[in-house]
C-alpha cells in the first residue's frame, strides 16, 4: 500500500509499505528511524504477525530520513509498482484520456446497399486494459445497423502497438499458466485476457486471437457471415499498412494507415475511472 503526506517545508514524500507472507531477505540494515505511535500501532497489529514490512519515508527536498523500519531489507515489489505506473499515466495522458480500438476494413463495399465487404476487417489494438463481451457485441451490432450483412475477408488483429512480452519479469509464463490474474498482456485484448470454463476463468494463451475469435462470434450473432479466419497481418500488410506509435494525449482522433476505411471505434472508460 501507499500514502503520500506532507514533510517539513511542503515537501511531498511518499511512503511505500511491503507486505508479504513470507520472510524478507535482510541486507545491510541502516539506523532505524523510531515510527510515530499511530504507524507503530498499525505494523504491531496481530492481523500483521505473519507479515514482513518494510517502511521508508524521504524529505524531498532536503534527503532527510523520517521513517526507516525495515528499510534496506529486500522486498518483492509487486503490486506497489501499479502506483508508480498510474500515475506516470495520468501525468503524461490525464484523467480523461479514453483508449480507442478501431475496427477497419480493406476492400470495397458493394451489393445494392452496401452491405457486403469485399475485403478483411482489421481491429487495431491500442491498449485498452477494459475492452469485455458487451462492448463487443455493442460495435457488432452498430456494424450491422450500417446495413453490413456479409464480411468477404478474414478478421485481422493488429496487436503491433505493444511489443510482444507479454508477461512480466517474475511472473510465471507460458502454457503451464491457467490461473486468469496470469493472464498475458497485449494491445488488443478481450476480457481481460482469460476466458469462462466450467467454475473458472482461464488465462488465454494469445491475447489478439482472443480478441479476434469473439469479434467473430459476436459479429456472426449480430447478423453479419464472415468468410474467413482470424488471424494476424501479414509481413507484407505490416510494411503497407504502417501504423502510428504515439498514443495523442488531447485524445484526438489517431490517424488510420491509409488503405483502411473505419466501421466502428470502441472506447475505453477515462483512465482517471479506471486507477
Known amino acids: 500500500m501507499a500514502k503520500t503526506v506532507r514533510a ?28 510515530s505511535p499511530e504507524m507503530a500501532a498499525i505494523v504491531g497489529h496481530p492481523s500483521l504477525n505473519a507479515a514482513s514490512i518494510g517502511l521508508l519515508a524521504t524529505d524531498v527536498e532536503s534527503g532527510e530520513v523520517l521513517v526507516a523500519h525495515n528499510a534496506d531489507d529486500l522486498f518483492a515489489p ?5 502506483l508508480f505506473t498510474a500515475a506516470a499515466a495520468l501525468w503524461r495522458l490525464g ?32 491498449g485498452a486494459p477494459d475492452t469485455v463481451e458487451e462492448q463487443i457485441w ?8 450500417r446495413g453490413i450483412t456479409r464480411l468477404e475477408g478474414d478478421i485481422v488483429v493488429d496487436d503491433r502497438f505493444f511489443d510482444e512480452a507479454r508477461y512480466g519479469d517474475g511472473w510465471p509464463g507460458g502454457n503451464q499458466v491457467r490461473e486468469s490474474y496470469h493472464a498475458p498482456v497485449g494491445a488488443l485484448m478481450a476480457n481481460y485476457s482469460a476466458y469462462r470454463e466450467g467454475d473458472e476463468w482461464v488465462a488465454v494463451s494469445d491475447p489478439a486471437i482472443h480478441f479476434g475469435a469473439r469479434l467473430r462470434e459476436l459479429l456472426e450473432l449480430a447478423g453479419i457471415t464472415v468468410t474467413g479466419t482470424v488471424r494476424r ?42 486507477v
Open 8 to 35: 517539513r517545508g511542503g515537501a511531498v514524500v511518499a511512503i511505500l509499505c511491503c507486505l508479504l507472507v513470507l520472510p524478507a531477505q535482510s541486507a545491510t540494515q541502516s539506523p532505524a528511524v523510531d515510527l
Open 233 to 274: 497481418p501479414r509481413l507484407e500488410e505490416l510494411a503497407a499498412l504502417p501504423m502510428a506509435d504515439e498514443i495523442d494525449p488531447g485524445n484526438a482522433r489517431i490517424g488510420l494507415p491509409e488503405g483502411l476505411r473505419l466501421l466502428y471505434t470502441i472506447r475505453s472508460e477515462p483512465l482517471g475511472r479506471l
Open 95 to 126: 484523467p480523461s484520456f479514453a483508449w480507442q480500438t478501431p475496427l477497419t476494413h480493406t476492400g470495397e463495399r458493394s451489393g445494392l446497399d452496401g452491405q457486403f465487404i469485399a475485403g478483411d476487417l482489421w481491429a487495431l489494438g491500442r
Open 138 to 145: 455493442l460495435a457488432a451490432r452498430a456494424i450491422h445497423q
Open 78 to 82: 509487486a503490486s506497489v509498482n501499479k
